[in-house]
């Protein structure tokens, strides 16, 4: 069975520090995606950043990059800079490829980030 | 554009009622996902609803839970004879199937309170 493994339940970071969130996943598959969302206190699910399977180089969206180890299983989310805006859930996901497109995702239990001033 | 909207925004109802969750998704958005997210847990997904296949519905926890998509847009996710453990917030997502655009876009939620 696929699942996703989230084992920090709360992390603290300082602003402007940098924080990194722990993420393993199981799966038989060789193509798939993972992704990361933030879920603030308003409960809208966010996307932050997605990363193929088949690619290699390490996604990054502006603060936020990934180091995927594709042998390991293991999806973490590094947040350079952090902001008071980024204290959330976060919540790591799976979701296999499909031929018929995209298919239910698999989540984590979440890791909750709370920025000091 | 609008985002995924759901309605209402918080339910509360007695033990053994019936509810109806509602979820518009995006415009032109072939897939719909109802997800289940319980106090301290993750999302668990629910059902899954593609164009004109059949939904898969392995996720859904007991037969007391439903879920329709009408037109190929609104849905709705009715949960019959309601029980405490089924307090939680239902999450609905759409994503648009064309190519390899795989995100899924998420609506607030519906927080679900059985006393």
């Known amino acids: 069975a696929q699942t996703v493994t989230q084992s920090q339940p709360e992390m603290s970071v300082q602003e402007a520090e940098t924080v990194t969130l722990s993420c393993t996943y199981d799966t038989s598959e060789s193509d798939y995606y993972l992704f990361w969302y933030k879920q603030p206190p308003s409960r ?40 008071l805006g980024d204290a959330a859930m976060y919540f790591c996901a799976y979701s296999p490829w499909s031929t018929s497109g995209t298919y239910k995702y698999i989540f984590g239990t ?7 001033a | 554009g609008a985002g995924v909207s759901q309605s209402p925004s918080n339910k509360v109802t007695e033990k053994g009622k019936d509810v109806e969750l509602r979820c518009d998704p995006i415009s032109g958005h072939t897939a719909l996902y109802w997800y289940r997210q319980s106090l301290g847990q993750g999302l668990e997904f629910l059902i899954y609803f593609q164009g004109n296949s059949a939904p898969d519905k392995s996720g859904l926890p007991s037969d007391r839970f439903s879920a329709e998509r009408t037109g190929g847009s609104v849905s709705t996710l009715t949960i019959q004879r309601t029980q405490q453990e089924d307090s939680a917030v239902y999450l609905c997502a759409s994503s648009l199937l064309i190519g390899v655009d795989y995100e899924q876009y998420f609506g607030p939620g519906t927080r679900l309170t059985v006393t």
Do not use: C, H, P, W
């Open chain 1, 110 to 116: 979440g890791t909750r980030l709370k920025v000091l």
């Open chain 1, 44 to 83: 809208q699910m966010i996307l932050v950043i997605r990363q193929e399977a088949y690619k290699q180089q390490n996604a990054t969206e502006n603060r936020f990059s990934v180091n995927f180890q594709k042998a390991a299983k293991s999806f973490s989310l590094k947040i350079s800079d952090s902001q």
